[in-house]
């Protein structure tokens, strides 16, 4: 076999082996998918109209200006397979609703076709809305409207009653500095830029420095597109990726006998802007059926 024959069926290889984790990353993706946190109001199954999500997010953005805690709505048409308790603390995990070191954060999840709510609450909060009282606002506020089809009337009802409970409770004041766009999840970034430097190692051996980081680039790129939702982000992930492995992995790496130490990971990232994007969670909340 020729060394060009050879040379070919090492870069085919290359690429079916970013193709199939693409595949499995996409699979996992559409299975357990938690779309990004940009607005207070999140409605994925069009239950509420456009005047209904405007109303929800002016009266969630005042409060949060006013009180400085965050409630954030998620409406999604299934958590299925995982039960809602599940789904909801990867949601928080992910989002962060509430503020560092206060946490005072609050998801309400709606799960339409499931037919199932959860209200996930922060640390911070927990004495202000103990379990029992969320599982009165569920079981006795918002589910009664939600069996008559008035999902609107009902998530209002139950975010005036969140909100009556929290306004009670001392917390710090608001930062004079207050943004409710788009959050950046920087733990997923930092984790794709981790992972394309595994791959990078590889692919390297296959391909070569060059092509392999770019393979690994482009991959990643894709990657992040389906992370993040943003074409921007995603060519950030792959440039970000290519550079890191064209020059952080030049190297013998470990499957060529060489040694490689990693770097230390010490990032502990939340979301950014306003005040948002570091809240703790314990499971705290309740849920419900109608």
């Known amino acids: 076999m020729s060394a060009n024959t050879a040379r070919l069926q090492r870069f085919w290889l290359g690429i079916g082996f970013v193709c199939v984790l693409l595949l499995a990353i996409a699979c996992a993706q559409a ?9 207070h109001v999140t409605d994925l199954t069009a239950t509420l109209s456009a005047q209904e999500l405007a109303q929800l997010e002016q009266k969630l953005t005042a409060f949060e200006k006013a009180k400085g ?4 709505l998620l409406i999604v048409p299934t958590t299925r397979p995982e ?6 603390m990867r949601v928080v995990e992910s989002w962060k609703p509430g503020r560092k070191s206060v946490d005072d954060g609050i998801l309400l999840l709606i ?13 911070g909060l927990e004495g202000a809305v103990p379990d029992a009282k969320a599982k009165r606002i ?8 939600f069996k008559q089809g008035h999902f609107a009337a009902g998530i209002h009802a139950g975010a005036d009653a969140l909100i009556g409970l929290i306004k009670g409770e001392p917390l710090p004041l608001p930062s004079a500095k ?6 950046f999840d920087a733990d997923s970034f930092v984790s794709l830029l981790v992972l394309s430097l595994v791959l990078g190692r590889m692919l390297q051996v296959f391909l070569g420095r060059l092509i392999g980081s ?6 990643l790129g894709l990657i992040g597109w389906m992370f993040f939702s943003s074409v921007a982000m995603a060519a950030v992930v792959a440039v970000a990726a290519f550079v890191l492995n064209l020059f952080l992995n030049a190297n013998p790496g470990i499957y060529r006998g060489g040694h490689h130490r990693w770097p230390d990971q010490g990032y ?9 994007g570091f809240g703790g969670f314990g499971g705290g909340g309740a849920s419900g059926r109608w």
């Open 268 to 276: 502990r990232g939340g979301g950014l802007g306003g005040g948002g």
């Open 138 to 145: 569920v079981a006795e506020i918002m589910t009664p409207q």
């Open 214 to 219: 770019g393979v690994v680039g482009i991959g």
């Open 69 to 72: 805690s965050q409630i954030a």
């Open 31 to 39: 299975e357990i998918a938690i779309p990004p946190f940009k607005k």
């Open 178 to 183: 207050h943004s409710s766009g788009s959050r």
């Open 111 to 123: 799960a339409k076709d499931d037919r199932a709510l959860r209200i996930e609450v922060g640390y």
């Open 83 to 88: 039960a809602i308790e599940q789904y909801s």
